[in-house]
């Protein structure tokens, strides 16, 4: 298989927590409040919540409550960062369509999403990497011919987003991330370290706003960890895990690794 | 309390930007819809910083700003491309939106038509016409001649392997590793280019290198290896070499490689790519190619021996240099080439020389607005030495020749201007100009074209475009002349994409002027072809693909003034792939290729001419009167790759025309021409090798 076809890593990944920002490094940014745009304030964890909250419940109400807010709002103001909030939830509402065994809604989910990304003009770096990352989760639905195509096509968008915009994190994690899923033979594996440090060394926001995305570096930690398992190597993957418990001490997806370093 | 609106140069109002003190970030703000925001001031001693995704960030003192004033207006300008030391991405053409189609490396590979040839991929597109089995493209019912092949900005002419005149040249010079991506232009070559007046298919090299990587494959008929070598972060070299022999390959199935007795190729490659600091680009790729050919050959009553040889160099070299609001690049070209084949009385050497040198600079004059112009040299001198029949009809080698030596030089000097304007988001529009600076007799000349693209949606375009072109003929043994060849083109292609299906569709028209000789008797004028294309790709159940080709053509030309069915007037054309690829397992793909035969002028009668000994055709008056069987062929192939660690093992095998269907390919006839019989193309072959990869 070209590609790991399951991402299904990232239903625990990605995740919309509440705005992390490296506290030590970063300022704290008070948000004055505006009108008519309180859905967008920490719209990141409100998907998120709502994803989670479909995994317990087994149906996706609220998602889809929050899809059509996002749609009406969108209608009105014709603002193209709700695009790329509705795209991030296509993607949180696909996994649900999976995990509630509807793959073609599934598909249909993820290709929606992705669509809407791709017809945003002059794209930014941000909109790549969401892109790409669309892009990765999706392949697991496509012909496997397709998946050939696509592989070189999300690499492009990732290298995009860093040309784009060199000190975001989510590009380079993106980058990463299909690196480390596309096997050696077909060009995998090479870059996956050095573009996960680089992920973990950048601020998950430059300036606090609770508008834009903030996802990837809690994410860049664990599968860094993941990597030096893969590698079995012990004393990089503990000191990672340690650093990455340090910023991320309630994170699920780090602590979760714990397990497979005990004894090395 | 300071208050303002933060906007694009479009006047677009930008949602959530940041907007805060440079001393105190922690006191700042975003911008709501409107783009509007207000931010307390204490001291204006201090610096207002206005930023956001995909924007230069503003930096304002807040000394120049009059804070009485009702608000102030804050226009952020979008990041141009920066490039850095991760990204390579090599910009597409300027013509790009106006290809028919992207080849990309994997197309290549996953194409069961191309046999991993980048021209043979193009055999599959409902727009190639290429009806005698080689690689050398031929789009939309032209002759491969009007058609170039523009190699990292040079064009190659002539770019199958020896082309001799039994239908040799099955594959082209080029080989995949090395190859990027490949446009196609079906009708309206971009003017960017010159010297075509049919189509243009334009490839390039590789930007980057993935990994290091040592191939070497045996076939049945080839020894061969491919080194893939990165030098630096961004440079890298690419070695290859190949040696084909016909003793095994032959022997096995002599039977139905009846005109073949032994072949040999030796080729070699190298492909070197330097990125030298951030903004500078260098490659170089050289190419050098030995073949020799013997066979058996018929032609009018003569069958015999043929024997060919060529050996050919050429070097393509390059250097872009990126500026912010631009691309400037030099491009160069070298090929020299020496051939010659035997067959009865006939004895042909021929010596090419060429030079290509172009000078282009793309210039991204506004954001939606882009510009390239330049200026191009193409030098070209042909030396043929030939022994020839004094009766066309004669060849024995104990009929009557005579000889003569021929010297033809060409200089093309041409200037041109290309435009692309995105109107909007759905709507492109382009337009070129290509002049010649006449030297000696040329007649001066001026090629024009147009294209509008409609984007119905993302996944739904129209191309509409026209023009008019100007090229020379490529001398051959037949007519050792450059003839000044015109055409005027229309084209509509359409193009829809949906979930797991892909579909084109075109229509064109073209008038083909000047005269084109491709055999001892006619010269072509006035080709006038319409055409309809189909094209439909769809995937399904994970691992296979059907692909559906299908065109009609319409076509008549003109010999000596009268007008006759063109050779490549087809009802149907139709190509037809099923593949199944599982990585797991293997891939198999069918191939299915049919249309109705070509036309030809039958020979009628006879006289016996007491001067040769032999009896003179006689050609039916009427032209194109007869028609070959119709064309079908099918083939399969199966592949099976396996990976160990840093090994790869691909191995393969391919059958080619299956149910051995002769497919007729050109009249032949007995002493006295009482008796047609013919030739055919490719019988059923077999062919299977296996392929070792290294990474390192």
Redesign the interface.
Known sequence: ??QVLFFLFLFVSCKGETLHVDESKM??????S????TL?VEIQSKIYNAFVQGIMLKENKKIVQISDELSQLYEK?N?R?IIYWRSYLQFYSSILYLKMGDEDSAEDAV?MGI?WL??L??K???DYALLAMLQGFGIQF?????V??LS?EIK?NG??A?????TNLRAYYVFASNDFHT???Y?GG?KAEEYLLKAISLPSQ??V?S??PSWGKEEAFEMLIKLYIKKENWDLAKQYFQEGVKEYPESYVINQLASKLVGK | MLHGIVKNKQSENI??A?V?LKSS??????T??NGG??LNIISFDDTLVV?F??YETKNIPLSSINIDQKGINIILQ??S????E??I?APDPISEQFSVVKI?K??IY?NPVAQGDPLKAITTLPASTTTNETASPSLRGSSADRTRVVFNGVPIYSPARASQLNNQGFFSLFNPEIINRQYVYASNPPLTYGNSTAGLVEIETNKIL??NQLQLSQTLASTGFFLSQKIKKSSFIQIYGNYQYSNVYVGIQKKHLPNINNFQTFDAGINLHFKVGKRTELNSFTYFIDESFNGLNESFTYKGDIDSEKKRFFTVNNFLFYSKNGLFSINTGINASKSGFEFGNINSENSVNQLYAAVNYKWFVL?NIDIQFGVSYDYQKNKFNNTAPLFYYAISPNSPSYKFYTTNSNNIVELYLYTKWDIN?KLTFSSGIRSNIPISNQENYISSQFGLKYRVS??QSLLFSGGKYYSYSVPNYFSQKQNLLKSYQIALDYSYEI??MFIKAATYFKNEIGEQRTNTFYTFDNIKTFGVELFSEY???????YTFSYSFINQSNEVFGKKYIGQKDFTYFIKTTL?Y????LFSIALTYIGRPGTFYTPIIDSKFDEKTGYFEPIFSNNLFSSQYGSYNRFDISLSKYI?LK?N?IITFVSLNNIFNIKNESNDLYNFDYSSEYFNYYQLRTIFFGIVWQF?Y
């Open positions: 298989m070209i300022i704290s940014y008070q948000i004055e505006n009108s008519s745009d967008l103001e603002q960062l290709d669509e791709e017809d003009e002059d930014n770096s941000e496509k012909n496997i011919i397709k050939i195509f070189s492009e290298k995009k860093i040309s784009l915009d060199s096997p050696e033979k060009g090479e430059k300036i706003n508008y834009l | 949602f959530a940041n805060y970030p922690q006191k700042g703000t975003t709501n819809f925001f207000k930023s995704i995909g979008k990041t491309f920066v490039f850095d991760v990204v991405t990309k994997m197309d996953f993935n990994k954001q988001n993302r996944k979930k797991n995937n399904f159940f994970k691992y296979l693909k593949q690829n599982n990585p797991k990976k840093n790869a990474d």
